[in-house]
């Protein structure tokens, strides 16, 4: 009767052990849940903050949105830590005109972090050619003392050629009026934009000359009965963040 009770409690102190292995499995998972929670609602209301800021229009530099945008050289022959410096003095300078236009003490307005900073310089000076891109990593509000950023490197190459075609559209309908014209000069330069977007480029827009759009408008409208082939061809060289320069060739398609 003694060796039944001894193996009764051994059987109730294992049960005891398991049961509390469980609570604290369970006690540790509903933790895990009420801080996934708190952190769902806490990113809740910064989205809520986010969309009232917009809509306010206090706004003055968006979460993500480039601020500062410079080549810089890993020449040895340049010194790295001088180009950064003068780099983020720039930013910080063009910075404080956007956010705090009215308040004319200097002041290093932009905080990066230290560790991006060593990394940047890391990757310069193993070579290559750069661009710096600073950019904010939350909204910004007009008078803010602080704008918390990160900076990035993209590797400056060739994004498109000289006398290169960036996109081709054939216009199988006839235009009905000026208006149809423009739409399309506009989705064509779009597309071309988007392509070289595609390539690296950061480039906000293409550039094109608007006396050059008076002679395609033109063009377009003596030929509207005809079916359409629009190029988009480059007219220099550009790099990662250099603005591109097109032409847009209009021409009768052969039936």
Same mark, same amino acid.
């Given at each position: 009767?003694?060796?039944? @009770? =001894?193996?009764?409690?051994?059987?109730?102190?294992?049960?005891?052990?398991? #049961?509390?292995?469980?609570?604290?499995? @369970?006690? +540790?998972?509903?933790?895990?849940?009420?801080?996934?929670?708190?952190?769902?609602?806490?990113?809740?209301?910064?989205?809520?903050?986010?969309?009232?800021?917009?809509?306010?229009?206090?706004?003055?530099? +968006?979460?993500?949105?480039?601020?500062?945008? +410079?080549?810089?050289?890993?020449?040895?022959?340049?010194?790295?830590?001088?180009?950064?410096?003068?780099?983020?003095?720039?930013?910080?300078?063009?910075?404080?005109?956007?956010?705090?236009?009215?308040?004319?003490?200097?002041?290093?307005?932009?905080?990066?972090?230290?560790? !991006?900073?060593?990394?940047?310089?890391?990757?310069?000076?193993?070579?290559?050619?750069?661009?710096?891109?600073?950019?904010?990593?939350?909204?910004?509000?007009?008078?803010?003392?602080?704008?918390?950023?990160?900076?990035?490197?993209?590797?400056?190459?060739?994004?498109?050629?000289?006398?290169?075609?960036?996109?081709?559209?054939?216009?199988?309908?006839?235009?009905?009026?000026?208006?149809?014209?423009?739409?399309?000069?506009?989705?064509?330069?779009?597309?071309?934009?988007?392509?070289? #977007?595609? &390539?690296?480029?950061?480039?906000? &827009?293409?550039?094109?000359?608007?006396?050059?759009?008076? =002679?395609?408008?033109?063009?377009?409208?003596? !030929?509207?009965?005809?079916? @359409?082939?629009?190029?988009?061809?480059?007219?220099?060289?550009? #790099?990662?963040?250099?603005?591109?320069?097109?032409?847009?060739?209009?021409?009768?398609?052969?039936?």
């Amino acid at each position: 009767e003694l060796s039944s @009770l =001894k193996s009764e409690k051994e059987k109730l102190e294992s049960t005891i052990k398991q #049961k509390e292995v469980k609570f604290t499995r @369970l006690k +540790s998972e509903k933790e895990n849940l009420e801080g996934t929670i708190v952190q769902k609602e806490e990113e809740l209301t910064q989205l809520e903050k986010n969309i009232i800021e917009l809509r306010s229009g206090k706004v003055v530099i +968006s979460s993500g949105q480039s601020i500062f945008i +410079s080549e810089i050289a890993s020449d040895k022959r340049f010194n790295i830590d001088a180009q950064l410096d003068n780099i983020i003095n720039n930013a910080n300078r063009f910075t404080q005109g956007i956010v705090r236009p009215n308040f004319n003490e200097p002041r290093s307005i932009l905080v990066l972090n230290k560790n !991006n900073i060593d990394e940047l310089k890391k990757t310069i000076s193993s070579g290559g050619d750069w661009i710096i891109n600073i950019k904010s990593v939350r909204n910004v509000l007009k008078g803010e003392k602080y704008v918390y950023v990160l900076a990035e490197l993209i590797e400056n190459k060739i994004i498109v050629s000289k006398d290169e075609t960036i996109f081709v559209s054939d216009l199988r309908y006839k235009l009905k009026n000026i208006s149809d014209a423009n739409s399309h000069i506009e989705l064509v330069l779009t597309e071309a934009l988007a392509e070289a #977007k595609r &390539r690296g480029s950061i480039a906000t &827009r293409i550039n094109l000359k608007r006396d050059y759009i008076k =002679k395609l408008q033109s063009f377009v409208r003596q !030929n509207k009965s005809f079916d @359409l082939q629009f190029e988009v061809i480059s007219l220099r060289d550009s #790099k990662t963040a250099q603005p591109i320069v097109v032409e847009i060739k209009v021409s009768k398609l052969l039936k």
